[in-house]
């Protein structure tokens, strides 16, 4: 794999989810076999599950070894948790920062021919993607399906601060306490939407909160 990394999403083989012209907004498809791959990886959380299974059972998902770490949350389907955790190589896990070290271990010790497949709520896919591409990960090689929460982690352009779970157009910075509005612009490297003071240009003239990203 290519030690490069990037700063969007790939379209390449997915479709928009959304009306945005903005170019970083990151795009989603469904889960696809890949037949190039030696290896598959298939990741998710919550509402992904349906997704993962839906692929699993795709008969053109080339024979082969697959890995499937997920982590439920508490919408997640009883039903389909079950099939994941009767599975051969699944490996279900308490929280999404345990899957993501897991994740990077195998992506660590993955040669050439590794397929990633990751389905889930959009602050989740985005994390995968990230951690993916910064281990050399083309994108190619991945591919995500947002399922579940739109929330979204914001990134504040001020401080840094990574703030997780915003559903409102407008976010309380954790770090600076200032009124960040969201925007669709997106950083795959941090896997956040960039949010920026939202009374920058006329002090005190805050846009409506609106749910935006439920």
Same mark, same amino acid.
């Given at each position: 794999?290519?030690?490069?990394?990037?700063?969007?999403?790939?379209?390449?083989?997915?479709?928009?989810?959304?009306?945005?012209?903005?170019?970083?907004?990151?795009?989603?498809?469904?889960?696809?076999?890949?037949?190039?791959?030696?290896?598959?990886?298939? /990741? $998710?959380?919550?509402?992904? !599950? &349906? +997704?993962? *299974?839906?692929? =699993?059972? @795709?008969?053109?998902?080339?024979?082969?070894?697959c890995q499937v770490?997920?982590?439920?949350?508490?919408?997640?389907?009883?039903?389909?948790?079950?099939?994941?955790?009767?599975?051969?190589?699944?490996?279900?896990?308490?929280?999404?920062?345990?899957?993501?070290?897991?994740?990077?271990?195998?992506?660590?010790?993955?040669?050439?021919?590794?397929?990633?497949?990751?389905?889930?709520?959009?602050?989740? /896919? $985005?994390?995968?993607?990230? !951690? &993916? +591409?910064? *281990?050399?990960? =083309?994108? @190619?090689?991945?591919?995500?399906?947002?399922?579940?929460?739109?929330?979204?982690?914001v990134h504040c352009?001020?401080?840094?601060?990574?703030?997780?779970?915003?559903?409102?157009?407008?976010?309380?910075?954790?770090?600076?306490?200032?009124?960040?509005?969201?925007?669709?612009?997106?950083?795959?490297?941090?896997?956040?939407?960039?949010?920026?003071?939202?009374?920058?240009?006329?002090?005190?003239?805050?846009?409506?909160?609106?749910?935006?990203?439920?």
């Amino acid at each position: 794999m290519s030690t490069a990394t990037i700063d969007t999403i790939s379209t390449s083989t997915i479709a928009p989810a959304a009306t945005s012209t903005i170019k970083s907004r990151p795009v989603y498809g469904t889960l696809v076999p890949d037949p190039t791959g030696r290896f598959h990886i298939v /990741v $998710g959380d919550g509402g992904g !599950s &349906a +997704a993962i *299974l839906r692929l =699993l059972a @795709d008969p053109a998902l080339p024979d082969g070894p697959c890995q499937v770490l997920f982590t439920p949350t508490p919408t997640s389907s009883a039903s389909d948790l079950s099939t994941l955790a009767a599975r051969a190589n699944a490996e279900i896990l308490p929280d999404i920062a345990t899957l993501l070290a897991r994740l990077r271990t195998l992506l660590g010790d993955c040669r050439m021919g590794a397929r990633l497949y990751a389905a889930g709520s959009e602050s989740f /896919v $985005g994390m995968v993607m990230s !951690s &993916a +591409a910064a *281990l050399g990960m =083309l994108p @190619d090689e991945r591919q995500g399906e947002h399922a579940g929460s739109a929330a979204r982690r914001v990134h504040c352009t001020h401080c840094r601060q990574i703030n997780t779970d915003a559903t409102t157009n407008l976010v309380d910075c954790a770090g600076c306490g200032r009124t960040l509005l969201v925007r669709d612009h997106y950083s795959q490297r941090l896997a956040a939407f960039m949010g920026v003071q939202a009374d920058a240009e006329q002090p005190g003239a805050m846009p409506e909160l609106r749910e935006t990203f439920p």
